[in-house]
C-alpha cells in the first residue's frame, strides 16, 4: 500500500488496510515483495498528479522481475479521472473509485485472477452525498473515512478523520467535486476510533478533514467540535491534540478559545488564508481579509502567546495585480506566521477559475512566488527566533546520537519544522521538554530544563 498526498489519504489506505486483512491478504513493507501493489493516488494539483503517475509507473515495472502481479490506482486522481485515466496510463491494471472501497478485497482478488474491470465513470460527488442526518443513514453511497482500520504506521502520532467533503465552493477548487458535500462523522466514533488509537500507544491525534470548521454543522451541532476537544484530550493515553484545516471566516471565537485554552490540546491553528486582498478573495468566492485576517491573529495570541499558526497562499490568482500581490505580502510580513505554504496558481480541470479571464504569464508567475518565498523564509525564520528562551514540551519521534527529535506544540507534523532536544534520553512516544536555544529556519534546538 503506496500512500501519496494529504493526512486524509493516510487515513483513507489504513481502512483500506484493514478491509483488506479482513479480506484475505496479508500487507508487506516492500513493493517489490507484493503480489499486488495498491497506490492511493492525489488528485489535488499538478504536481501531486505527477508524483502519483510517476509512482504507478514505478510500480508497473515490478512486474515480471518479481512476484508483483498487479497494479492498482485507487484515491483521488483515479476517483477523479476514472476511465480517463485507465485509458492514459495502461501499465495499471485497474483504477478504482471510492465506491469499489467496501469490496476492496474481492475487487484485488479478482484482479490477481487476471480479470481487469472497467474503471469507472467519475460523476460530480456533491451530487451524490446527502448531508442531512436522516438522509446518511439510508445512503449507500460511500464516504471515505467510515470504515475500520488497520494502522500502517507505528508512530506516536496518528490522524483521526473528522469529516469528508467540502461544501465550500472555492472557484480554484476541484476537491468538493471528487470528495463530496460535508459529510461529519458521528462524536461516538470519532471518540470510538481515538480510544482504540490510544490503545496503539497513540499519544498524539491529529484531526483532519477539508474544513474542520464545519464539523458537526449537518448534525446540527456547528458547536459540535468545541464539545469534542475536551472529551478526545481526555482520552487515557492521548497527551495532545491537534486540530488540522480551518477555514478563517468561519473560525468562531468559541473555537479559538476551544483550541487556545483546552488542556491537551496544541494551541495550533491550521489557517486557510490563501490570500489576503479582498477583491483576490472574492474571486476565490472566499472571505475575509487583511484586517480581519489580522484580527483573528490577535484574538489567537491573546489567549495562547505561544501558539503556532501555519497557512497556505496561492499566488498569481486570475486578474492578480501588482497591489493585489503588495498587500498580500506585507499582510505575510505582518502577520508573523510560523509555517507557510506558498503555491503558483495553475488551473485546475472542472474549476470556475479555469474560466476566468487575466491569467498571468508562468513566468510573472514564477516570479512572485519566488518574492514571496523569499519574505516568508525570512518571516518564518524570525518567528522561530522569537522563541529562543520559550519552554517547549515535544513529542519524540525519533533519537540519534543522544538527540531526541520530534515537534513541540506549535508544529504539525511534516510541513512545520522539527525540534531538537539536547541532555535528555527519551524513547519514541514520550514528551520530553527543555528551553529553545538555537534555531535554523523553523527548526528549533532546545537544551532539556529535566532536572
Not at 515483495?33 to 492511493?40: E, G, L, M, P, R
Not at 503517475?53 to 484515491?75: E, F, H, R, Y
Not at 524513547?427 to 530544563?449: K, M, N
Request: with cysteine; charged share 30%; glycine share 10%.
Amino acid at each position: 500500500m503506496v500512500t501519496l498526498g494529504c493526512a486524509r489519504n493516510e487515513v483513507d489506505s489504513e481502512e483500506l488496510a484493514g478491509r483488506l486483512s479482513d479480506g484475505g491478504f496479508r500487507l508487506v513493507a516492500d513493493p517489490a515483495d507484493a503480489d499486488t501493489v495498491v497506490v492511493n493516488t492525489c488528485g489535488f494539483v499538478d504536481a501531486a498528479k505527477k508524483d502519483s503517475i510517476d509512482t504507478l509507473l514505478a510500480a508497473a515495472d515490478l512486474k515480471g522481475s518479481g512476484p508483483t502481479q498487479a497494479v492498482v490506482a485507487v484515491g483521488c486522481l483515479a476517483e477523479r479521472y476514472g476511465a480517463e485515466l485507465a485509458t492514459s496510463l495502461p501499465e495499471a491494471d485497474a483504477v478504482l473509485g471510492f465506491d469499489d472501497y467496501p469490496d476492496i478485497a474481492a475487487k484485488l482478488r479478482a484482479i490477481v485472477a487476471g480479470e481487469r474491470p472497467a474503471a469507472h465513470q467519475p460523476s460530480d460527488r456533491r451530487l451524490l452525498l446527502p448531508i442531512s442526518p436522516v438522509e446518511r443513514v439510508d445512503t449507500e453511497v460511500f464516504t471515505p473515512g467510515h470504515g475500520q482500520r488497520t494502522r500502517l504506521d507505528e508512530g506516536p502520532m496518528a490522524a483521526l478523520k473528522l469529516a469528508s467533503g467540502c461544501d465550500r465552493r472555492c472557484t480554484f477548487c476541484a476537491i468538493p467535486s471528487f470528495r463530496g458535500s460535508f459529510l461529519s462523522r458521528r462524536p461516538t466514533d470519532v471518540v470510538a476510533e481515538a480510544r482504540w488509537l490510544a490503545s496503539l500507544g497513540v499519544r498524539e491525534l491529529f484531526l483532519v478533514s477539508e474544513n474542520s470548521t464545519s464539523y458537526g454543522k449537518d448534525l446540527g451541532d456547528l458547536r459540535l467540535l468545541e464539545k469534542l476537544l475536551p472529551e478526545l484530550s481526555g482520552i487515557d493515553g492521548i497527551e495532545r491534540v491537534r486540530v488540522s484545516y480551518l477555514q478563517p471566516a468561519e473560525t468562531r471565537p468559541d473555537l479559538v478559545r476551544a483550541i487556545a485554552t483546552t488542556p491537551g490540546v496544541a494551541p495550533y491553528f491550521d489557517l486557510s488564508f490563501q490570500h489576503a486582498a479582498e477583491t483576490v478573495l472574492r474571486r476565490m468566492r472566499r472571505f475575509g481579509g487583511t484586517e480581519s485576517f489580522l484580527g483573528l491573529l490577535e484574538d489567537v495570541r491573546r489567549l495562547a502567546p505561544e501558539a503556532g499558526v501555519r497557512s497556505n497562499f496561492i499566488v498569481g490568482f486570475p486578474g492578480e495585480t501588482e497591489a493585489e500581490f503588495e498587500a498580500l505580502c506585507d499582510f505575510v510580513e505582518r502577520a508573523r506566521l510560523d509555517a507557510i505554504g506558498v503555491f503558483g496558481y495553475s488551473d485546475e480541470d472542472g474549476t470556475e477559475a479555469e474560466s476566468f479571464e487575466g491569467k498571468l504569464a508562468e513566468d510573472e508567475i514564477s516570479e512572485r512566488v519566488e518574492h514571496l518565498t523569499r519574505i516568508v523564509d525570512e518571516v518564518t525564520a524570525q518567528r522561530a527566533e522569537e522563541r529562543i528562551g520559550e519552554r517547549v514540551v515535544v513529542l519524540v519521534e525519533s533519537m540519534d546520537d543522544g538527540v531526541v527529535e520530534g515537534r513541540a506544540a506549535h508544529q504539525g507534523p511534516e510541513v512545520d519544522g522539527t525540534t531538537q532536544v539536547r541532555g535528555v534520553s527519551a524513547l519514541v512516544g514520550e514528551f520530553v521538554s527543555g528551553i529553545v536555544s538555537t534555531t535554523e529556519g523553523v527548526d528549533l534546538l532546545a537544551e532539556s530544563d529535566a532536572q
